[in-house]
């Protein structure tokens, strides 16, 4: 339910008044959307939708000085006049108008006392109760967190700080409320900030990286804090998910086997080290990819690979070969020819390359009557033939209409893949109807471009699943 203030006043009040019910027939179902209003010398609380005989007028109130106290995302059910304070129309008894103030969702504040509600809180300091950030409350005793119920934490108020979205204070180092096992509060170093508010189950981009003396830890998954061996003097965050110190590398808190010395990221969700190449998410090693001169790899797209030696195919978290390829004229394409139902996709100086149970070729000069469907791209990792395409019609969208994970299978399955290719980030050989591993990739390259969730997996925040803003983005296909 949304609150809103609206002042009105003569002729224009009672127009406005007359057309709002019919507004809001005409939109069904309906939110009702409360407000106070001010009618000539009245004050009003209600349904803005409604018509005054369904809102609660409130006696006493005093028109010229009243003020509606909105406070950030929260709405404005608190408000004062010269002579009271009012929630949700009513009056709160008590309270200080010259120091009352809005703290955050609900709670508020005054020279001697703290609201929650609309109700007193017992036991706090008003004159000193503060919103920090974060989820966490202050009064000059004691430290308080909201998640979701409001509760005291046991941490030191005189020293007690929010940093980047974590709690500190002399000796201890708090996420989510909860102190963080052996992290050392007076020799806290904040290396990266959370993104946005982090509490209550808060969907977050960048989740915050801190260290001390002898410890790394994140703030998400609140119940896995630590990154096991990392040395603080050298870690370092490399982007929103990867982070390393001088002998391992870490993806979302979990240890990759990646090189730290030679991690270098790429397109199309690639990393490659020393080694070989690995997925971006989770760092997983591409298989077959040690036999890959990587000093000289340049991903064309997601499909299509070539070094100084060969070309390769990427399908199914592997690799393979493309036997007589040359490899100086060998670029990813997207190319529509007469006389095949194949998309060509690659080519070199005499045969074009699709996928169809494996790589398959065909000869050049018997397809002479052909059309780029997209234009390649020049870019420091080779000739990008396969970019996300031009915004799709709405009618081409997929309607989802449940959460898909990993298992799944269906005609609903089926006609995701069928747009994650459309959009180039499924091979063309990817229509089984089961949401497997590489279904789930694709749509986590997706969500993060649309910056939907980049981080956690399908059950923790719906990377990787088709959840309720996914499927509502899918659907306008943004």
């Not at 027939?25 to 959307?33: C, D, L």
């Not at 005989?53 to 009243?66: E, Q, V, Y």
């Not at 969907?203 to 804090?225: F, S």
């Amino acid at each position: 339910m949304k609150t809103v203030a609206i002042q009105l006043s003569g002729i224009l009040a009672i127009a406005l008044l007359a057309v709002l019910p019919a507004i809001a027939a005409a939109t069904s179902p309906r939110q009702q959307v409360l407000a106070y209003k001010i009618l000539g010398d009245n004050v009003y609380y209600g349904d803005i939708y409604g018509d005054l005989s369904g809102m609660t007028k409130i006696d006493g109130a005093d028109a010229a000085s009243f003020v509606s106290l909105p406070k950030g995302d929260t709405t404005d059910v608190y408000a004062k006049d010269r002579a009271r304070v009012y929630y949700k129309g009513g009056v709160l008894s008590g309270a200080n108008t010259q120091s009352f103030e809005v703290l955050m969702r609900g709670f508020a504040r005054d020279s001697h006392a703290a609201y929650s509600e609309g109700q007193k809180m017992q036991g706090i300091d008003g004159s000193t109760f503060r919103y920090l950030q974060h989820g966490y409350f202050k009064d000059a005793s004691a430290v308080y967190y909201l998640s979701p119920s409001f509760s005291k934490i046991q941490a030191d108020a005189a020293t007690f700080r929010v940093d980047g979205g974590f709690g500190v204070d002399a000796s201890d180092v708090f996420c989510y409320g909860k102190p963080i096992p052996g992290a050392q509060g007076s020799r806290f170093t904040l290396v990266r900030p959370a993104d946005t508010e982090l509490f209550n189950g808060a969907q977050i981009k960048q989740q915050p990286v801190g260290k001390d003396a002898h410890l790394v830890y994140t703030c998400w998954p609140p119940e896995r804090n630590i990154l096991s061996g990392a040395t603080p003097t050298n870690f370092v965050m490399l982007d929103d998910n990867y982070g390393k110190d001088a002998n391992h590398v870490w993806f979302l808190g979990d240890l990759t086997d990646i090189d730290p010395y030679t991690i270098e990221f790429l397109p199309f969700n690639f990393l490659r080290d020393k080694n070989g190449i690995h997925e971006y998410y989770g760092g997983e090693k591409v298989r077959g990819s040690s036999d890959v001169d990587v000093a000289s790899l340049k991903i064309l797209d997601r499909q299509w690979w070539k070094d100084k030696n060969s070309a390769y195919y990427f399908t199914n978290f592997e690799i393979e070969k493309i036997p007589g390829a040359d490899v100086s004229s060998f670029a990813a394409i997207r190319r529509k020819c007469s006389g095949t139902n194949y998309d060509f996709f690659a080519m070199d100086s005499t045969y074009y390359y699709y996928a169809s149970n494996g790589v398959q070729k065909v000869r050049k000069d018997a397809y002479p009557t052909c059309q780029d469907t997209q234009s390649p791209v020049n870019t420091d990792h080779g000739i990008i033939g396969k970019q996300p395409v031009a915004p799709l019609p709405t009618s081409q969208c997929p309607q989802i209409t449940r959460t898909l994970r990993v298992g799944n299978r269906g005609g609903d399955v089926t006609t995701l893949q069928k747009f994650l290719i459309t959009i180039n980030l499924l091979s063309d050989d990817s229509v089984t109807g089961y949401f497997g591993l590489r279904t789930q990739a694709a749509v986590q390259s997706w969500q993060k471009a649309k910056n939907i969730v980049s981080y956690g997996s399908p059950l923790t925040t719906g990377f990787g699943g088709t959840g309720p803003k996914t499927r509502a983005a899918l659907a306008r296909c943004n």
